[in-house]
């Protein structure tokens, strides 16, 4: 079924640019502003060597609300359903975007209306998305502002016999899966990072999801902490809840060279310590930061252990959890000095956020002027 532009799948890896009159003027009839994008529903890896994203910007004319170009501040982001991996880069290469396509901030006139800009992503070499069979969820973070996200089945070519009584066989024989460890680990003593409930800490979503909250003005100080709190109700996979190691998984780690061992462990096809003696789940939830002014996204990927009972026998097993770190103490953390960044939080289907904090400079707050945008 054709996507939010009503491309057909031969669109999208041929010419979609053919199409771009007919798109435009119905997303002008419907009035619509923003960004929408597409891409294929199922990508055949043998046939296939790109995962093309499709997209339209419809900006305004008069550079209302300080709109951000797609070329110059999008991120591409996509999240595995199966293993929850997140990868995010921006969309477009410096040297490609080009010059600014509609009128920056603040200059006259005050134009009315929109324009309309056609743009494609190569999303597998944008992302260096891995070629092998899997499901991912993607779509451009723009600033303050969240494209619609799409699903793409990666799959092998086209499938030979499948025998029912082999591939029961091979399910039932299929290695467990283990969490990865709690990351980053909190520090004897010091209160972050933190996976318990906090005063300050956001309510539990009613449903599946994440809530954010951070400080939104921060003066850009050396004891300056950006700390982002969270707090998560999500679906929980079987290879994020914590297990007693299969005795043939250690002889089959010893039996290893370092390499080897380490992916996996990285796979989570080998039992490790979780971390947290408590912990019943370890779940992955992923931030990603992008800056008004430094659009390069801030990735860090967090290893959050859940304390509440799962049951891992019920249909939807759900956990439930928070955290709390400080952004500012991660690698990479200090791009966040001196702009206004928004943070968004992604765990396989769940895009949240974002939540916006400027750190600029007290120098500037004492003469009332903005410093961070």
């Given at each position: 079924m054709p996507g939010p532009l009503g491309?057909?799948?031969a669109d999208l890896w041929g010419d979609p640019r053919a199409r771009e009159d007919v798109i435009i003027d119905r997303l002008i009839d419907e009035g619509f502003l923003g960004v929408a994008v597409e891409a294929p529903a199922r990508v055949a890896l043998g046939a296939r060597a790109t995962l093309p994203l499709v997209g339209v910007e419809a900006a305004p004319l008069s550079g209302?609300?300080?709109?951000?170009p797609v070329r110059l501040a999008a991120v591409a982001c996509a999240s595995a359903l199966e293993t929850r991996e997140v990868r995010a880069a921006l969309a477009f290469a410096p040297a490609d975007a080009g010059p600014p396509s509609f009128p920056p901030e603040g200059d006259p006139p005050a134009l009315e209306g929109a324009q309309y800009e056609m743009f494609e992503v190569d999303l597998r070499a944008r992302l260096r998305l891995p070629w092998r069979p899997g499901t991912w969820v993607a779509g451009l973070l723009v600033r303050e502002q969240a494209t619609n996200r799409v699903t793409v089945k990666l799959e092998p070519g086209?499938?030979?016999?499948?025998?029912?009584?082999?591939?029961?066989?091979a399910t039932a024989r299929r290695r467990p899966r283990y969490p990865q460890p709690v990351w980053p680990r909190p520090a004897p003593g010091t209160p972050l990072p933190s996976y318990?409930?906090?005063?300050?800490?956001?309510?539990?979503?009613?449903?599946?999801?994440?809530?954010l909250a951070v400080e939104r003005l921060l003066e850009d100080t050396d004891d300056a902490q950006v700390v982002v709190r969270g707090s998560f109700r999500l679906p929980v996979l079987e290879r994020e809840v914590v297990?007693?190691?299969?005795?043939?998984?250690?002889?089959?780690v010893d039996a290893m060279d370092e390499r080897a061992r380490a992916e996996l462990l990285a796979d989570g096809a080998a039992?490790?310590?979780?971390?947290?003696?408590?912990?019943?789940a370890v779940l992955p939830i992923t931030l990603v930061a992008t800056g008004a002014e430094r659009p390069a996204p801030l990735v860090v990927r967090l290893q959050v252990p859940v304390h509440a009972p799962i049951d891992p026998t019920a249909d939807a097993p759900e956990a439930t959890g928070h955290f709390a770190l400080d952004l500012l103490k991660v690698d990479g953390g200090e791009r966040l000095r001196g702009q206004t960044s928004f943070?968004?939080?992604?765990?396989?289907?769940?895009?949240?956020?974002?939540?916006?904090?400027?750190?600029v400079d007290p120098r500037v707050i004492g003469r009332g002027g903005g410093g961070a945008r």
């Open positions: 491309l057909a799948e209302a609300g300080g709109w951000a086209a499938p030979g016999f499948v025998d029912p009584a082999v591939a029961a066989l318990r409930p906090r005063p300050d800490s956001p309510p539990l979503p009613e449903g599946p999801g994440i809530a297990k007693p190691a299969d005795p043939a998984d250690a002889a089959l039992w490790q310590d979780p971390g947290d003696p408590e912990a019943t943070i968004y939080a992604l765990c396989g289907e769940v895009l949240a956020g974002p939540a916006a904090v400027a750190v």
